[in-house]
T-cell receptor, first 115, second 114 residues
């Protein structure tokens, strides 16, 4: 069975600081997909990014960047120059190419950005 | 895309009552998922539909839970004889028919059992 671990329960930063959210996953499958979702206080899970297991190219999108390393089974998420609006719970999730693509989520990391 | 819609947003009921939630997925998505999220936890998978067929159920889905997706459009999740432990956020998601496609979530229905 697959597993996603987000060891950081809560992170507090001051606006404009950079912050990295860690995600470690476990699976025996060779083809899988990793996702990051954001859950603001309103509750809706918002899709941020998807990464395929065979594509280790890192990605940058504005202030967001993702570092995928198969060797360490990690898919970390960095926010540069954090803003108060980044305050939310962030979830890392995994789905397999086999089966019905149900998502296995980590427990989430709550990010608090203060002015 | 108009997004995934869930109704109601909040439901408060007494223990032992039956409740039903509705989910309207994004129209062109034929995959539909239900998840349950409790405080401080990530969402946990409950059940999955491919069009109108319910293809997978989690062991979390006791016999008091039933889900339908008639005609492959909207879906309902019913909980019979609710218990205190059923208090949670129930999330619905839909996606296109490929494993690499992201699931798009609704706002959820928060269930509180008195």
């Amino acid at each position: 069975a697959q597993k996603v671990t987000q060891a950081q329960t809560e992170i507090s930063v001051v606006e404009k600081e950079d912050v990295t959210l860690d995600c470690v996953y476990e699976t025996r499958d060779t083809t899988y997909y990793l996702f990051w979702y954001k859950q603001p206080p309103s509750g809706e899970l918002v899709f941020l990014i998807r990464r395929n297991s065979f594509d280790e190219q890192n990605e940058i999108s504005g202030r967001y960047s993702w570092n995928f390393q198969k060797s360490t089974s990690s898919f970390n998420f960095t926010i540069t120059a954090s803003q108060v609006v980044d305050s939310a719970v962030y979830f890392c999730a995994l789905t397999l190419n086999s089966g019905y693509s149900t998502l296995t989520f980590g427990k989430g990391t709550m990010l608090l950005v203060s002015p | 895309d108009t997004g995934v819609s869930q109704d109601p947003r909040h439901k408060i009921t007494k223990r032992g009552q039956n409740v039903t939630f509705r989910c309207d997925p994004i129209s062109e998505h034929n995959r539909l998922y239900w998840y349950r999220q409790t405080l401080g936890q990530g969402p946990e998978f409950l059940t999955y539909f491919q069009n109108e067929a319910q293809l997978e159920k989690s062991r979390l889905l006791s016999d008091r839970f039933s889900a339908e997706r008639p005609k492959g459009s909207f879906s309902t999740l019913e909980i019979q004889r609710t218990e205190q432990g059923d208090s949670a956020m129930y999330l619905c998601a839909s996606s296109r028919d490929r494993a690499d496609q992201p699931q798009h979530f609704g706002d959820g229905t928060r269930l509180s059992i008195l």
